[in-house]
């Protein structure tokens, strides 16, 4: 299983962004995907996470800012990004809980990161 996340860049405070990140391989079933971030000489955070029902949480940061959605169709999670501030500048991770068709387990994968800038 392969999780390919695009969309980051360098934005100006109060621009927006979106990033993708698509799964791909033997997936049975999509469970739990989220965004997480890492700035630098921070720990990994959660952003946004959203479960196979649909339920989703966002970090208090970016409540009211960011959107989190699912395309499972696509195999495709996304992250809408507006009002952006310099603070969200980190790197940014996806997250895919997966039912293996390999292995038929239960597994976690994730992505590559993708870099967010946003200047002031």
């Known amino acids: 299983v392969q999780l390919q996340a695009s969309g980051g860049g360098l934005v100006q405070a109060g621009e927006s962004l979106r990033l993708s990140c698509a799964a791909s391989?033997?997936?049975?079933?999509?469970?739990?995907m989220g965004w997480y971030r890492q700035a630098p000489g921070k720990q990994r955070e959660s952003v946004a996470t959203i479960t196979s029902g649909g339920r989703i949480t966002y970090a208090d940061s970016v409540k009211g800012r960011f959107t989190i959605s699912r395309d499972n169709s696509k195999k495709t999670v996304y992250l809408q990004m507006n009002s952006l501030k310099p603070e969200d500048t980190a790197v940014y991770y996806c997250n895919v809980e997966y039912l293996s068709g390999t292995s038929y387990d239960i597994r976690t994968k994730w992505g590559q990161g993708t870099q967010v800038t946003v200047s002031s």
């Open positions: 391989g033997r997936i049975l079933t999509l469970n739990d």
